[in-house]
């Protein structure tokens, strides 16, 4: 079975700091692609940053980054000078090609960012 | 603006009682899916629609039914909803962007069932 797991429910972090959210998956396929969405108390789901696991190279997103270990099967996200609307759940996520095209996602880390 | 929109976005029921959620998507995205999202399980695929007419389950379809007639709308349909249906449901359509199945979702509609 292909599944995404993030080891930590909650993470807190002082405003202007960095924090990094950890997130591994399991799969057997070689083609496929990983997402990290942010929820706020808005509940509106939003894609942060995409990478794609045939690229070698970390994607990057503004404060956003990621720290992709292929043969770790890890994924990490890193946000930078954190900001008090950074606050929300944040689920990985991956598409493995093939099948219903369906996303598989991690169960969560709620952020809390501190002023 | 691109968007998808699902209605209604609050909805408190009783057991049993059919309801439908719609979805609606003005971006003529091909592939649209539902979720549900419950707390300590992220987000599970419900049904899954790559066309017209074309639709099959994801991972918890159990009491859900879809359709697809038009291209644009996937409403949920809860035959006889239970209680164990309570949770937030999403609705989203996709395309690919370099391969990667990129979804857009709705803003959720929270489903309370007595």
């Known amino acids: 079975a292909q599944t995404v797991t993030q080891s930590q429910p909650e993470m807190s972090v002082q405003e202007a700091e960095t924090v990094t959210l950890s997130c591994t998956y399991d799969?057997?396929?070689?083609?496929?692609?990983l997402f990290w969405y942010k929820q706020p108390p808005s509940r509106q789901m939003i894609l942060v940053i995409r990478?794609?696991?045939?690229?070698?190279q970390n994607a990057t997103e503004n404060r956003f980054s990621v720290n992709f270990q292929k043969a770790a099967k890890s994924f990490s996200l890193k946000i930078s000078d954190s900001q008090l609307g950074d606050a929300a759940m944040y689920f990985c996520?991956?598409?493995?090609?093939?099948?219903?095209?369906?996303?598989?996602f991690g169960k969560g880390t709620k952020l809390t960012v501190n002023p | 603006e691109a968007q998808v929109t699902q209605n209604p976005r609050y909805l408190i029921t009783v057991t049993g009682k059919k309801l439908t959620v719609t979805c609606s998507q003005n971006?003529?995205?091909?592939?649209m899916s539902w979720y549900r999202q419950d707390p300590g399980l992220g987000l599970r695929q419900i049904y899954y629609?790559?066309?017209?007419?074309?639709?099959d389950k994801g991972d918890v379809p159990e009491g859900y039914k879809v359709s697809r007639k038009e291209k644009r709308n996937f409403p949920l349909i809860l035959e006889s909803p239970s209680p164990n249906q309570t949770s937030l449901y999403f609705c989203?359509?996709?395309?690919?962007?370099?391969?990667?199945?990129?979804?857009?979702f709705g803003a959720g509609s929270r489903l309370t069932v007595l």
């Open positions: 989203a359509s996709s395309f690919r962007v370099s391969g990667a199945n990129v979804l857009t």
């Open positions: 799969t057997s396929e070689s083609d496929y692609y």
């Open positions: 990478q794609e696991a045939y690229k070698q």
């Open positions: 996520a991956s598409h493995f090609q093939g099948g219903s095209e369906k996303l598989v």
């Open positions: 971006m003529n995205h091909e592939y």
């Open positions: 629609s790559m066309n017209v007419e074309v639709t």
